[in-house]
């Protein structure tokens, strides 16, 4: 069975860091374009960052450039995405999704498409 699950959100201060984890099963996340997003209440889905399958080509929306962090570790078939620098406007549900065609830009440029594999998410606030 094809599976990503979050996991690695939680209530942090803020100025501080989270590390959120995306780990497949049923599949080898290597071949895969794979993307972070998030959602707010009552916000449209964003895309903040996604990683190549052939040569890890990171992509970064600007909301989150020079604090966000993407990343894969074929070992552990995982990617991960390290959030430094939090603020209280980062509080969402936070999202990763994979697809074998798709490039980088596309992916985190459509967070509404309907990409090959999505997790159910994690929750990240960011609050004094």
């Known amino acids: 069975q094809v599976q990503l699950v979050e996991s690695g959100g939680g209530l942090v201060q803020p100025g501080g860091s989270l590390r959120l984890s995306c780990a497949a099963s049923g599949f080898t996340l290597d071949y895969y374009t794979i993307g972070w997003f998030r959602q707010a209440p009552g916000k449209e889905r964003e895309g903040l960052s996604c990683?190549?399958?052939?040569?890890?080509?990171?992509y970064y929306a600007d909301s989150v450039k020079g604090r966000f962090t993407i990343s894969r570790d074929i070992a552990k078939n995982t990617v991960y995405l390290q959030m430094n620098s939090l603020k209280p406007e980062d509080t969402a549900v936070y999202y990763c999704?994979?697809?074998?065609?798709?490039?980088?830009?596309?992916?985190?440029?459509?967070?509404?498409?309907?990409?090959?594999?999505w997790g159910q998410g994690t929750q990240v606030t960011v609050s004094s």
């Open positions: 999704a994979a697809d074998p065609l798709t490039t980088i830009e596309t992916m985190c440029r459509m967070p509404g498409y309907p990409f090959d594999s």
């Open positions: 990683i190549s399958s052939s040569d890890d080509i990171t």
